[in-house]
């Protein structure tokens, strides 16, 4: 399994960015996929933006022109930034990776966006 460790999130505020970075174990083999999920209480987890190891790069349309995501795929690491943040932000962000079917989540991180 591939170990996950995030940093960054904290209380913000509405307006303001923040930088979400994740650290996976090195692992030699592709494609894989890493990105960000956010899940807020009562709700599903839901993709926030993913970048593959391929270069293709995926951005919900809720945070689309708000998000940028990067990576470096030789050292497994993904980092988003959010910018203009909204108290709808607000939720539990998980460093996500997958490589078909090989699956692992990180153990969140608390962002919350005060108005």
């Known amino acids: 399994q591939v170990q996950l460790v995030e940093s960054g999130g904290g209380l913000v505020q509405a307006g303001e960015s923040l930088r979400l970075s994740c650290v996976g174990s090195?692992?030699?083999?592709?494609?894989?996929?890493m990105g960000w999920y956010r899940q807020v209480a009562g709700k599903q987890r839901e993709l926030v933006a993913s970048?593959?190891?391929?270069?293709?790069?995926n951005v919900a349309d809720s945070v689309k022109g708000r998000a940028t995501i990067s990576g470096d795929t030789a050292r497994t690491t993904v980092s988003l930034q959010l910018d203009s943040m909204k108290p709808d932000d607000t939720g539990v962000y998980y460093c996500?990776?997958?490589?078909?079917?090989?699956?692992?989540w990180g153990q969140g991180t608390q962002v919350t966006v005060s108005s």
């Open positions: 090195i692992v030699m083999f592709r494609p894989y996929v």
């Open positions: 970048l593959s190891s391929d270069g293709p790069r």
């Open positions: 996500h990776f997958n490589a078909d079917g090989l699956e692992s």
